[in-house]
């Protein structure tokens, strides 16, 4: 799994994907990994971390409403509307859940499009 994941070099064996013979440098950009930690910004508020994500990971060629848009597909898609606007930091009794939080992270990978992800 951590090989699939580009965590760590692969040391023996082959790779291949669809059945052929692959180097993960081909599809770093289609997998996505969720830690299990948080590694969110705590001063950022539950849009933003998303939105921050998706900057980073998409490429430059997405405006700023696709980007905008597909934040609020993801919010949606992950049940996080109703806490967009609370910061991570916050605790439960803000409304804030480690379940969100786990969300969240989910979100942050899946604002970079991928085909696949792990956690």
């Excluded at 996505?32 to 001063?43: L, M």
């Excluded at 990971?57 to 949606?76: A, F, G, H, Y």
């Excluded at 969240?104 to 991928?114: Q, S, W």
Aim: charged residues 25%.
């Amino acid at each position: 799994m951590s090989v699939l994941m580009g965590k760590v070099t692969r040391t023996a064996g082959t790779l291949k994907i669809s059945r052929t013979l692959a180097g993960m440098k081909n599809f770093k950009n289609l997998i996505g990994y969720v830690p299990q930690e948080d590694i969110a910004i705590e001063e950022l508020n539950v849009r933003e971390t998303i939105r921050y994500a998706a900057r980073i990971k998409l490429p430059n060629s997405w405006t700023n409403m696709e980007v905008d848009d597909r934040v609020d597909s993801i919010l949606k898609a992950l049940n996080l509307t109703h806490v967009a606007d609370r910061r991570m930091r916050e605790t439960l009794a803000r409304g804030i859940s480690g379940g969100h939080r786990k969300r969240v992270n989910l979100g942050m990978e899946l604002a970079a499009a991928p085909v696949c992800i792990f956690g």
